[in-house]
């Protein structure tokens, strides 16, 4: 019996069909994913901050805070020589942050339970230190005007270190321009964070203060239980920005650093 040459022709692409299919394997389910290598030369570049801000310009209530990144300057450990090793701790911090911005009145109005006023952390209740450490240790960025600002005398922070290479610097952060220091927010520069900012001088900041011009401040949030005599004295609240780690200011409509204005 002849084979026509139709039926050889298919028979041959039968056969050629069902050997790609056996060279080829399952197709994947559809409710699996393949799994990806990672890929180890991909530099990750660190989150954001996650926070949540009941309104814009509110202190934002952050869960994972920044831990403080602390050094040794000259001899002086980051606890200080005496005093509340924690409240030194926080002073001396000295890590930049992502900084929020938030309104003068955020922080000038925070409270803060009456029971830790002038005790050291190790005294305070749990449920007080629970309420404070809520909005301490915030990078936050807050626009304002300056008072007054001033070298501070030897303290358990700085080890008691003399000459000012040792000393914080007392700045009063005021809502409005003309603004007396009984309705101020102390903020502090900090002997650990000035080499940073050669420029940073009293004199500028005097300037600054005789000139009214805007100020915007970049730091820290920080709980100093140790002044409540001086409320509605030389301070409005306890709650500070220190250390505070950069300073701007308002010129021809732009914020510049305080370290450019220098020699100017």
Same mark, same amino acid.
């Given at each position: ?16 069909? %069902?050997? =790609? ?11 699996? !994913? #393949?799994?990806?290598? +990672? @890929? %180890?030369? =991909? ?11 009941? !309104? #814009?310009?509110?202190? +934002? @209530? ?15 450990? #980051? ?186």
């Amino acid at each position: 019996m002849s084979i026509k040459p139709k039926t050889i022709l298919t028979k041959f692409v039968l056969t050629l069909l %069902l050997f =790609q299919a056996s060279c080829v394997g399952p197709a994947p389910s559809p409710l699996t !994913t #393949p799994t990806m290598a +990672p @890929d %180890l030369t =991909q530099t990750v570049e660190p989150s954001a901050t996650s926070f949540v801000s009941p !309104t #814009p310009g509110g202190l +934002p @209530d952050i869960q994972d805070k920044p831990q403080p990144v602390e050094i040794t300057f000259q001899g002086c450990p #980051p606890e200080g020589d005496g005093g509340d090793p924690v409240l030194n701790r926080l002073k001396n911090r000295v890590d930049e942050g992502q900084y929020i911005p938030v309104q003068f009145d955020a922080l000038f109005s925070l409270t803060w339970p009456k029971a830790v006023e002038r005790r050291m952390h190790s005294e305070w209740s749990p449920q007080d230190a629970a309420e404070i450490s809520r909005y301490e240790g915030i990078p936050v960025m807050v626009e304002g005007y300056l008072a007054d600002a001033k070298e501070s005398g030897p303290e358990s922070t700085n080890c008691h270190g003399a000459g000012s290479a040792h000393m914080d610097w007392h700045i009063w952060l005021v809502k409005s321009a003309g603004v007396d220091r009984t309705r101020s927010i102390v903020i502090e520069t900090t002997p650990r964070v000035r080499p940073n900012h050669p420029g940073w001088s009293i004199p500028l900041l005097h300037e600054i203060v005789k000139n009214q011009e805007p100020v915007r401040i970049s730091g820290w949030t920080m709980f100093d239980p140790e002044h409540p005599d001086q409320i509605g004295k030389t301070r409005g609240t306890l709650w500070e920005i220190h250390p505070i780690m950069q300073i701007e200011v308002q010129r021809n409509g732009q914020w510049v650093t305080l370290d450019s204005l220098a020699g100017q």
